[in-house]
């Protein structure tokens, strides 16, 4: 039998396996709301968005996609982020600290101020 995979084009290798990611990572109920099966929400969007902090690179493509999709969720998204950076001490100041751990710091602070811990 033939490898269905290989006779795909490289367009549809690349969305076959941005898909299977999507799934790995998401909730149905947040890839239903990517995919617009489902209206989005803004306890749907923060999810997405605080996942991509938590999980890194990997799902920069569609965090990035549904932040630029929908303006105002990331409007207030972005206000509370500015908030909760103004209200702590994060470190970010500390030009000698790892990047990778400065980015895990800041995760776990934005995770634990949108109650997503």
């Known amino acids: 039998m033939e490898n269905l995979f290989e006779n795909l084009e490289l ?5 076959f396996l941005m898909a299977a ?9 947040q890839w239903k709301a990517i995919y617009g099966i489902i209206p989005m929400s803004q306890e749907l969007f923060d999810g997405i968005q605080l996942l991509r902090l938590k999980m890194g690179e990997e799902l920069e493509p569609v965090a990035l996609n549904i932040f630029l999709k ?3 969720f990331a409007s207030n998204y972005s206000d509370r982020l500015e908030n909760v950076v103004k209200a702590q001490d994060t470190g970010i100041e ?4 790892d990047t990778v751990a400065l980015y895990k710091k800041c995760a776990t602070l934005y995770m634990k ?3 997503m811990t």
């Open 11 to 15: 367009q549809q290798k690349e969305q």
């Open 21 to 29: 990611m999507e799934l790995k990572y998401f909730t149905l109920t």
């Open 94 to 97: 500390d030009i000698e600290m």
């Open 113 to 115: 101020n949108f109650n």
């Open 70 to 72: 929908y303006s105002v």
